[in-house]
């Protein structure tokens, strides 16, 4: 099934509700992939001909943005909407998983790489990156983007989420630029967090709650200067095999509580015992708030 939307009077209410409970909400809005839903609706901002089909399965579309004119007026637009609505420092733009086939394959693209003397798909992609940055930057807030927008160049001010390993991360710290860390292995909560054949399908991996407490965000190969620039660690839980709230609650804890010792800098690995057995005296906790 797909469908749905927020209205600007629904996003008010999830930003004030999650404010009383010291949470700023951040908008992410996927550029140039992850976009064929947008696609589907405004097939003229791809670089192919539609008409588009918003997916009914998951994954990598080849169907991304198309690095037009009216292609950007589109997203400053939908910025206009969304800035507003989320009244903190940042706006996630997206940035991964974007192959390059249609770009590679499109006379205008190509053209245009010419024209503006980049080398290849990935300067591309910084390109629209950067100039969706310096928009954003004009209307007073910074961007945060997945790893892949170190690819052909970083935009200057932005914060990377780095997810597809740490190598991202350490980059960022090295160049200074800030960098959240949230790889795949330690910090993705889609991951199984027990025996497959006990836990609800997952989409894989295996991510127990010891390895979510072990984890040290700041990479060792960083110096105390550079560690300064790593802003901080997040779980992702993407919910392609996650059927309701219940779920979501189940796949989150305890391991978020893990993970808030991490981010806190109280975890001690080699105490591990200590902090399960905390945890098992805060079941009580999360069976009286019905989780
Ligand atoms: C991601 O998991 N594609 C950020």
Redesign the pocket.
């Known amino acids: 099934r797909y469908d749905g939307f927020y209205t600007q009077e629904q996003i008010k209410e999830v930003v004030a509700y999650a404010k009383k409970l010291h949470i700023d909400v951040i908008p992410e809005i996927e550029m140039p992939g992850h976009a064929q839903a947008a696609l589907a609706a405004y097939p003229e901002y791809a670089c192919t001909k539609g008409p588009f089909e918003v997916w009914k399965q998951w994954g990598v579309s080849e169907n991304i943005f198309c690095p037009k004119e009216e292609t950007f007026k589109f997203l400053e637009d939908v910025m206009d909407e969304v800035i507003p609505l989320f009244p903190y420092e940042y706006v996630h733009i997206g940035g991964?998983?974007a192959p390059k086939k249609v770009w590679k394959e499109s006379k205008f693209v190509q053209d245009l790489i010419k024209e503006k003397g980049l080398k290849d798909e990935l300067e591309m992609q910084s390109y629209f990156i950067t100039r969706m940055e310096k928009y954003i930057n004009s209307k007073g807030k910074q961007i945060i983007g997945?790893d892949e927008i170190l690819e052909g160049g970083l935009a200057p001010n932005a914060t990377v989420?780095s997810?597809t390993g740490i190598e991202g991360g350490i980059h960022c710290a090295k160049t200074q630029h800030k960098a959240i860390m949230t790889p795949?292995g330690t910090n993705?909560f889609d991951y199984y967090q027990g025996n497959p054949e006990t836990e609800p399908i997952a989409i894989g991996g295996d991510l127990r709650l010891d390895k979510v407490y072990g984890y040290n965000p700041i990479p060792k190969e960083l110096n105390a200067e550079q560690a300064k620039y790593i802003w901080g660690t997040q779980a992702?839980l993407?919910t392609e095999y996650v059927l309701d709230f219940p779920h979501v609650q189940h796949m989150i804890f305890p391991r978020m509580m893990a993970l808030s010792e991490v981010a806190w800098g109280t975890s001690t690995p080699s105490e591990y015992k200590n902090f399960e057995n905390r945890v098992l005296d805060h079941f009580k906790v999360l069976e009286q708030k019905g989780i």
Do not use: F, I
Request: charged letters at 20%; a negative charge.
């Open positions: 991964d998983e997945w989420m997810w795949t993705y992702n993407w």
